[in-house]
Nanobody, 116 residues
């Protein structure tokens, strides 16, 4: 089992920045990939960015050039730096971890609201 706790969400104006953080605890040795997803009411949860323990990253097209995901293997944490935020970035952001032999785990989510 892996537990994930997100922090860093909040209210920001258009063009502003936020940094989301997620710390993992539990069976962190078996975590192979971490990422951020987001969801708005009535829509499916979508991938924002993912990163492997080795640092390989992938981004949704909407995140490319504005968001940067990073991993701190020593602290079992993943961060998402978001700049040039837009109203359409408003969502609940969820931390995700892929764990060898155990599947996926999710955090409870953190609200990001971008006001225009």
């Amino acid at each position: 089992q892996v537990q994930l706790v997100e922090s860093g969400g909040g209210l920001v104006q258009v063009g502003g920045s936020l940094r989301l953080s997620c710390e993992a605890s539990g069976n962190t040795f078996s975590v192979r990939v971490m990422g951020w997803y987001r969801q708005v009411p009535g829509k499916q949860r979508e991938l924002v960015a993912g990163i492997t323990r080795g640092g390989s990253t992938n981004y949704a097209d909407s995140a490319k050039g504005r968001f940067t995901i990073s991993i701190d293997n020593a602290k079992n944490a993943v961060h998402l730096q978001m700049v040039s935020l837009k109203p359409e970035d408003t969502a609940v952001y969820y931390c995700n971890a892929g764990v060898l032999w155990e599947g996926e785990f999710w955090g409870r989510g953190t609200q990001v609201t971008v006001s225009s």
